[in-house]
């Protein structure tokens, strides 16, 4: 990334199981082509980043990783507390204090707004879409903005258009990196009049 590398400790093994509750896959264990994307996105961005960067789902912690190496106040969440541990361990590797903590869409307990608000592949869940808007408006400072990069699929569209029925602004480019899936990137600023 612009002549940056970054080296990431993950399991020795990701096993994806067939359970059907999204709360039990441990998909925080790979490094997705849309956790690549964002934090390109990012790094590219680094010279004008805003101040404070919120990282939803986290993973293993790249795109706060970018962030707070970019010059921002990055804090990292997840839904699985050993997720946290491995965003920490990669924040540390790379000089990092990287604030981790755990948090669940659907009781949002973090009480603190940031500037972006930024994420990776969280959009494949349709019945957690309503909770996810609750999160980005409970945490976007006023004039804040999210930047959320997926896989092209109906899903991020789905949630692209019931935000936008509601009165946010959407803006959704298509990218693609080299030997990697099409990702689609999805900017939202909240309606100003809330």
Request: glycine share 8%; charged share 20%; hydrophobic share 50%.
């Amino acid at each position: 990334m612009g002549g940056r590398t970054w080296t990431l400790l993950k399991p020795a093994e990701v096993v994806l199981t067939s359970a059907t509750d999204p709360d039990a896959i441990p998909f925080w264990m790979d490094l997705w082509d849309s956790s690549l994307l964002l934090a390109e996105y990012l790094w590219e961005r680094r010279g004008v980043l805003p101040p404070s960067i919120l990282d939803l789902g986290c993973g293993l912690g790249l795109a706060g990783l970018v962030a707070a190496e970019a010059g921002a106040w990055a804090v990292a969440t997840d839904l699985f507390p050993e997720a946290l541990e491995f965003a920490r361990l990669n924040g540390l590797r790379h000089g990092v204090d990287l604030p981790c903590f755990a948090c669940d869409w659907r009781r949002f307990a973090l009480r603190r707004r940031f500037d972006l608000v930024v994420g990776a592949d969280l959009l494949y869940e349709p019945t957690l879409h309503d909770a996810l808007e609750s999160v980005l408006l409970s945490a976007l400072a006023p004039g804040g903005r999210a930047v959320l990069a997926c896989p092209s699929r109906r899903y991020g569209l789905q949630f692209a258009a019931e935000l936008e029925a509601k009165g946010w602004g959407v803006k959704v480019d298509c990218l693609a990196r080299a030997g990697a899936s099409e990702v689609a990137l999805y900017e939202a600023v909240p309606p100003t009049d809330l």
